[in-house]
């Protein structure tokens, strides 16, 4: 569904990731590890079309959308919940969803946003709220609701459990299997590596912008040379 | 009686404010920018409208030509201008803006003359009396029922439809919006020429009401503009509608009142500080 | 021009290192020019007025600085841009400031031609001193800090109103100290001599300078004040150019002749390497 | 003997909502606090309103026996508090080590004039590099923060907390964004610290990290204080496990699709 | 060669008055040349821009002094510049001729400087005694918030008192105002018999024709700032039956101004306003005190000047001790879309001040 060849990517003269190839399978979890500065953040900006693409290419559903635009590549069903969650600060909780949903006819509107609420519900009782008065929690709520919104078919995750709690952590895994048995696809970056470990099919492992593992996330866990030394499991 | 007629004169000098202030609202709400270089196309307007007024004798022509021109020149501004310099601190475009205005208002000098133009025959001049004795000239009558009207569209597309809550998300994360589905380009070139075009009308308006447009018949409104985007809360259209508004009536009042120790610009300003140590988000701004 | 500069330093020190945007800084000028301009005709010799123009021009100043507390970024730049509006239409309407006519016939400073230019050329030198001193000591580091983000300089424990009233202080003094040289050079001030335009000119010196950058600035003064002059002979196109050159200056160095400067001698060394 | 902290009967209200409700607690000298609670809270809320960023409605709230209500945060700062934020906010001009550096000059930046007269940072850098490798930092200490990974910027808002020199240290989830390793090793820092005798509330998702190094709870739900008491007695509270841990059984259910059904088409 | 300074407003607000000023001085030096100079020598005129700002005319003097070496300086700019300029030259003993700039200091900044025009006061007066004379009582009084406009209101308040005129209020506007809104609705309730509204061409047309469109029908008295066609373009219909006090009798018979006019129109293709008139005026009557020194410069031209007498397109000209000039005022009244004369106004009433007083 989605195909990274050997993408390259960074800022101006700065290489942030090299070499990447990575194929995701429809219907799948993948998890991209890695430490602090690894590039994971870079990697899915640049499938969003915000980080510039240096070398390689990025196919969609077959096609090369490596020149398109940002919000062409939404309307084709990537959708990104980023890092640092970047909300529409002097929205309302509401709005932000609405904005999600602008590639959406209008009328689906209301029946999105309460599946979104339906999953946060703490959302629902913050709707007039500005995002930018949010709690750190509610507000990575928000941004995978208004990534929802656009009903995607790739969406992606950067630092999920971020400033959850453990319940809500619980409650967004539960939410991403029912979303991968819908269909949808999932790329999922994570510092908590066992929740991604146990989730994802399959598993990318960065270093200094470089992969250092790839394949099926089970084999991942009984490497112990990787968890040890990429993933900070202990 | 005098009482009304003030406040009817200060209405109609808001509404003259409230149209300029607009485009400046929508560019400062979009960009975070002082857009002083807005009035040059106030100023650009009132030149169109008068040359082809005396050109054709037809003032809608005039008005539909000099929005038009006012709008694309906005636009141009934006593209040429402002779009390199989204990532430098506000005051570089601000400078810039300055420098541009200043710029603009020499071709103005350079290309028409230092004095000047005026109608050959000034049109909508008629008198029409109102009830209890109200007398306006059609010009001015018309001035503030269009602002009126173009204001309520904006204000209704700015919180009511998808497109203002578009606009608004690209002010918050433009990068952001686009991976939303937004075209970044697309909105703010909407929104200059949107403002630009008012810009331009007003500035028909101003001949009209006064049958002189001049190169420097922009510098007031440059930086009357940003008072009335800060008291109005900047970036909200109905705000500014009322806080030109009310500055207008201020105005009018202050300078028949308090003529004596202040002169208009002065107690304009001083209303605004006054506002602003009170209420430092501006008189109309959401809290 | 040494006058432009030492003006255009003094708003650098608020603007540029505290990141208080002032579009009224002309006022101040004019505060210091007619205290000046006064009590040399009351007979007070030039010299000592000066000290007295700054601090006349720093105690307004401070309470300016008092309300920029309440405001902040762009509600600031448009507040500071109503104070320079209030003080010209206040002096237009005193009699005592000689109201529209202004004040003429300024006595003589007693200093020769010379003297007062060299007067004039070391106190803009040690105003350059002093910022940069301000700059390397710790008050620049605090100023930098408010500058970019004063909830945080809260947060580690930082009187920041204070500071930000340091910062108008010692601008505003400083401002008020080039009013008393002006008002002695040209001999003769009005109200429009400290409008709004003004206070934007000396904006701009100080962008196209390179804000923040003491040397930069100074130089963006330098030649802002003597362009209008050096641009005679193209007469009619003066502004034009003028308003043309701050365009594209921002547009291709906006960090002002300090980057554009820097940039060279980084292309020229980067031709050489 | 007073204890360092005390907060009593704090309320405060932005607009109609009530983010903290009469909450109350205190922090003895020395002790090291976890505040945790679900996301929203008013965990966050109540640092504020310690510091002074966030005014409280009702309530005071108590330094070392001084009612600090009416300080303005910098002096609360300079009595001894200080606070590393949940939503890193370095200064991006100045290099890593600089912004620790800035901190650790509290004594020359109290007043302008005193900030004025001195000139030197060689001491605060060499804190300042300190700090830095005390959470594990240093190699990133003359880059500028403003392109570093978030790991790298929340332990910097630590150190630049540390840098104040505080007596109590509010810490707002400084373990975000680590991994498992690196939270564990900087928890253990924290744990250090506070060994060393400064005193530490804690906020802090990664329970397991709470749970080792935290000797006493305080537990916030929706504005209230549910709970709180020795960490193990806390967490096997039933008010508190269906509010925070939510068992399987919880999820399960809320992440039963809602009748609406799936998102996509 | 033999160098006339000039400075003059070619850019900024006063650019218009600029361009006419600039105009008539030039047509004044080209005819001096035709006729083959002073003392053989051809006339330059170095021209600055001083964009009537005083912080430009300071260096613009001063390069004029020092640089140019000009043996005398015409200003065919406004109060601001000049009065600013003119410390500059007294300095480097220049003599100075001021064409139109009307505050008192200029000559009082020394015995280098003279003006060709009538003072503020003067036309002040001048206007109370047209009130006076076209029997109108009640005045309101409209001024223009600069030196300009207070010189004239102080000047029209005192001869005010003389003639017993009642003043039933006053008003002042600022410079760029072009909407009167709130002070006509304001004078309209006044109700006065007659109006004195100072002002240029740009602030009058306006003024006039809103004062006129709100049904105010008060004859309305202006000055030599309106004393321009640009007035009668702008205000249209409404500035018909506009007084105004100026220094330019267009309709005068003398030869001088006849000829003036024609050669005027002549090489400009428009008609000369005051500006023009005034500017021609100055720098003819500088060339005149060159003809009588020979084309010496310095004291024997200021002796020269302070001597002589002058006739000029705007009267005969004599020079007080104060280097003032004693001349009749004109009133001119806007018929048929002209400038035609309505009156002279003279008498002792418009003594300039002298150093005796
Ligand atoms: N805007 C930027 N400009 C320049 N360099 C950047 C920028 N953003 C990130 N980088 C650099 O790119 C590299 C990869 O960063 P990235 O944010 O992708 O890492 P990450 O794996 O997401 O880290 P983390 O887990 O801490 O979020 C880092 O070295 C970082 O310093
Ligand atoms: N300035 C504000 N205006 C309005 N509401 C606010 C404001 N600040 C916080 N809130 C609301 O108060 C509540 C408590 O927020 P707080 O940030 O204290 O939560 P928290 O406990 O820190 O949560 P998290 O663990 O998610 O960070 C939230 O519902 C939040 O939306
Ligand atoms: C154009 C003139 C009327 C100028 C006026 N006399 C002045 O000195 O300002
Ligand atoms: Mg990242
Ligand atoms: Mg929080």
């Given at each position: 569904m989605l195909e990274l060849n050997n993408l390259s990517c960074g800022y101006g003269v700065f290489h942030a990731v090299g070499d990447l190839s990575l194929s995701l399978q429809p219907g799948t979890i993948t998890g991209l590890l890695g430490a602090n500065g690894a590039g994971k953040s870079s990697t899915l900006m640049c499938i969003a079309g915000h980080v510039t693409l240096q070398g390689g290419s990025i196919r969609f559903d077959g096609h090369d959308i490596s020149t398109l635009p940002p919000h062409e590549r939404v309307k084709r069903g990537i959708a990104i919940s980023p890092e640092g969650r970047r909300l529409f600060k002097d929205l309302t909780v509401e709005d932000n969803l609405r904005v999600g949903g602008l590639i959406q006819p209008a009328s689906h509107f209301a029946k999105d946003r309460d599946y979104v609420i339906g999953l946060f519900p703490r959302l629902g009782e913050r709707l007039t709220s500005l995002a930018g008065n949010l709690s750190g929690g509610e507000q990575q709520m928000l941004a995978i609701g208004r990534a929802l919104m656009t009903r995607p078919r790739l969406i992606m995750i950067d630092e999920l459990s971020l400033g959850l709690m453990p319940k809500v952590i619980d409650l967004c895994y539960a939410a991403l299997k029912q979303l991968q048995a819908d269909g949808m696809t999932i790329l999922l970056v994570e510092q908590n590596t066992e929740r991604v470990l146990s989730v994802a099919q399959d598993v990318c492992v960065l270093e200094s912008g470089r992969t250092v593992w790839q394949g099926k996330a089970a084999d991942a866990r009984n490497n112990h040379e990787l968890t040890e030394a990429y993933l900070g499991l202990q | 009686m005098l009482f009304l007629e003030l406040i009817a004169q200060g209405l109609v000098q808001g509404s003259i404010y409230a149209l300029v202030a607009l485009g400046l609202t929508l560019v400062y709400g979009l960009l975070r920018i002082l857009h002083v270089a807005h009035a040059a196309l106030f100023t650009l307007g009132g030149y169109l409208g008068v040359m082809v007024t005396n050109a054709t004798g037809s003032l809608s022509l005039a008005f539909v030509i000099a929005m038009v021109a006012a709008g694309l020149t906005g636009v141009a501004m934006y593209r040429l201008c402002y779009e390199p310099m989204l990532k430098q601190p506000p005051f570089v475009a601000l400078i810039a803006s300055i420098g541009l205005y200043i710029a603009f208002e020499e071709i103005f000098r350079i290309v028409f003359g230092a004095s000047g133009l005026s109608y050959m025959a000034p049109p909508l001049q008629q008198q029409v009396e109102l009830f209890g004795g109200l007398q306006f000239k059609q010009a001015e009558l018309m001035v503030m029922a269009g602002t009126a009207a173009i204001i309520a569209v904006l204000a209704y597309l700015q919180t009511r439809t998808r497109i203002g809550v578009a606009c608004q998300a690209t002010v918050s994360d433009p990068q952001m919006a686009q991976s939303f589905g937004i075209k970044l380009q697309q909105v703010r070139d909407i929104n200059f020429f949107v403002g630009s075009a008012l810009a331009g009308f007003a500035g028909v308006w101003v001949a009209l009401l006064n049958n002189l447009v001049e190169p420097t018949m922009g510098s007031v409104p440059s930086y009357k503009g940003l008072a009335i985007i800060v008291l109005g809360g900047m970036g909200s259209v109905r705000g500014t509608l009322m806080a030109a508004l009310v500055l207008g009536v201020v105005e009018s009042f202050g300078t028949i009142y308090l003529g004596k120790l202040l002169d208009r610009n002065a107690i304009a300003f001083a209303f605004l500080i006054v506002v602003l140590m009170l209420r430092p988000q501006g008189l109309f701004a959401r809290s | 021009m040494c006058i432009s500069v030492l003006f255009a330093l003094s708003l650098n020190l608020i603007t540029g290192f505290c990141g208080q945007i002032s579009l009224g800084h002309a006022a101040f000028l004019g505060i210091g020019a007619y205290l000046s301009a006064l009590l040399c005709k009351a007979g007070i010799p030039f010299l000592a007025t000066l000290p007295l123009a700054m601090l006349l021009a720093g105690c307004i100043g401070v309470v300016v600085g008092l309300a920029s507390l309440r405001v902040r970024a762009d509600f600031l730049a448009i507040t500071t841009m109503g104070v320079g509006f209030l003080f010209v239409g206040i002096v237009r309407q005193q009699d005592w400031l000689g109201g529209e006519m202004g004040v003429s016939a300024i006595p003589d400073s007693g200093l020769s031609k010379m003297g007062f230019m060299l007067l004039t050329l070391a106190l803009c030198i040690a105003t350059a001193l002093l910022c940069l001193y301000i700059r390397k000591s710790w008050m620049g580091r605090v100023f930098n800090g408010v500058a970019e983000d004063e909830d945080t300089m809260r947060v580690l424990g930082i009187d920041v109103p204070r500071y930000k009233l340091a910062a108008f202080a010692i601008g505003t003094a400083l401002a008020g100290l080039a009013g008393g040289l002006y008002a002695q050079h040209l001999k003769f001030i009005g109200p429009d001599s400290f409008g709004f335009v003004e206070s934007i000119t000396v904006l701009s010196m100080v962008v196209v300078g390179g804000i923040g950058s003491v040397t930069g600035v100074a130089i963006g003064a330098a030649v802002l004040s003597a362009l209008p002059a050096w641009f005679q002979f193209i007469g009619d196109y003066k502004l034009l150019v003028y308003g043309g050159l701050l365009f594209l200056m921002m547009r291709f160095s906006p960090g002002g002749m300090a980057a554009l400067v820097t940039r060279m001698i980084g292309a020229a060394k980067g031709g050489r390497a | 003997m007073n204890p360092l902290l005390k907060v009593d009967g704090v309320t405060v209200r932005f607009g109609g909502l009530t983010a903290i409700d009469n909450v109350s607690f205190e922090v003895h000298q020395g002790e090291l606090l976890g505040l945790i609670g679900p996301n929203g809270a008013g965990k966050t809320t109540m640092l504020r309103s310690i510091t002074g960023v966030v005014r409280v409605t009702e309530g005071k709230v108590e330094l070392a026996g001084e009612d600090i209500n009416a300080l303005p945060t910098h002096k609360r700062i300079q009595k001894g508090l200080s606070l590393s934020q949940q939503l890193v906010r370095p200064f991006r001009e100045i290099s890593v080590l600089d912004n620790v550096a800035l901190a650790a000059g509290a004594q020359y930046t109290r007043s302008p004039l005193k900030a004025l007269m001195h000139v030197s940072q060689d001491k605060e850098e060499t804190i300042g590099r300190e700090l830095l490798q005390r959470v594990g930092i240093e190699a990133y200490a003359d880059q500028k923060p403003g392109i570093q990974p978030l790991g790298i910027l929340k332990r910097l808002e630590v150190a630049r907390a540390l840098a104040l020199n505080p007596k109590l240290l509010l810490l707002d989830e400084p373990l975000a964004g680590l991994n498992s390793k690196e939270a564990h090793a900087l928890a253990s820092t924290i744990a250090d610290i506070n060994r060393q005798g400064v005193t530490i509330v804690l906020i802090e998702h990664n329970l397991g990290e709470v749970m080792r190094i935290c000797q006493r709870l305080v537990v916030l739900d929706n504005g209230r204080k549910i709970a709180s008491g020795d960490p193990r007695a806390v967490m096997n509270d039933p008010v508190v496990r269906s509010a925070y841990l939510g068992g399987d059984t919880l999820s399960a259910q809320h992440a039963e699709p809602t009748a609406a059904g799936g998102i996509h088409a | 060669d033999l160098k006339i300074g000039f400075n003059v407003p070619l850019t900024g607000f006063a650019a218009a008055d600029g361009k006419s000023a600039l105009e008539g001085a030039k047509l004044a030096v080209a005819q001096a040349n035709a006729k083959g100079g002073v003392a053989g020598q051809k006339l330059e005129l170095v021209i600055y821009d001083d964009q009537a700002s005083p912080k430009e005319a300071v260096p613009v003097a001063t390069k004029l002094v020092e640089k140019d070496k000009v043996v005398g300086a015409v200003s065919g700019s406004y109060s601001g510049s000049t009065r600013a300029a003119a410390g500059i030259f007294q300095q480097g003993k220049v003599p100075y001729v001021v064409a139109y700039a009307i505050h008192p200091e200029i000559t009082l900044t020394g015995d280098y400087m003279f003006r060709t025009a009538a003072m503020g006061e003067v036309q002040g007066r001048a206007g109370s005694m047209l009130a006076h004379n076209l029997g109108k009582k009640r005045v309101a009084v409209i001024t223009l918030k600069n030196d300009f406009g207070q010189a004239?209101?102080?000047?029209?308040?005192?001869?005010?008192?003389?003639?017993?005129?009642?003043?039933?209020?006053?008003?002042?506007?600022?410079?760029?105002?072009?909407?009167?809104?709130?002070?006509?609705?304001?004078?309209?309730?006044?109700?006065?018999?007659?109006?004195?509204?100072?002002?240029?061409?740009?602030?009058?047309?306006?003024?006039?024709?809103?004062?006129?469109?709100?049904?105010?029908?008060?004859?309305?008295?202006?000055?030599?700032?309106?004393?321009?066609?640009?007035?009668?373009?702008?205000?249209?219909?409404?500035?018909?039956?506009?007084?105004?006090?100026?220094?330019?009798?267009?309709?005068?018979?003398?030869?001088?101004?006849?000829?003036?006019?024609?050669?005027?129109?002549?090489?400009?293709?428009?008609?000369?306003?005051?500006?023009?008139?005034?500017?021609?005026?100055?720098?003819?009557?500088?060339?005149?005190?060159?003809?009588?020194?020979?084309?010496k410069g310095g004291d024997a031209l200021k002796n020269a000047l302070a001597a002589g007498t002058f006739e000029t397109p705007i009267g005969k000209l004599a020079f007080n001790d104060l280097h003032e000039v004693k001349k009749d005022v004109q009133v001119q009244i806007v018929k048929d879309k002209a400038f035609r004369r309505h009156s002279v106004i003279s008498g002792p009433l418009l003594s300039p001040p002298s150093k005796a007083k």
């Open positions: - | - | - | - | 004239l209101a102080a000047g029209f308040k005192e001869g005010a008192a003389k003639f017993g005129l009642q003043i039933v209020n006053e008003y002042e506007y600022g410079m760029q105002d072009r909407q009167f809104g709130a002070l006509v609705s304001k004078v309209k309730s006044d109700n006065p018999d007659i109006i004195y509204a100072s002002g240029y061409f740009f602030t009058a047309g306006p003024l006039v024709s809103q004062l006129r469109a709100a049904g105010v029908t008060a004859p309305i008295i202006g000055q030599e700032g309106y004393d321009s066609d640009k007035f009668i373009e702008i205000a249209g219909a409404a500035a018909e039956g506009t007084y105004l006090t100026t220094s330019l009798d267009r309709d005068s018979d003398s030869p001088a101004t006849k000829s003036f006019m024609a050669e005027f129109r002549k090489a400009t293709g428009v008609n000369a306003d005051m500006v023009a008139a005034g500017t021609y005026t100055a720098t003819s009557v500088l060339i005149e005190g060159l003809q009588k020194t020979g084309g």
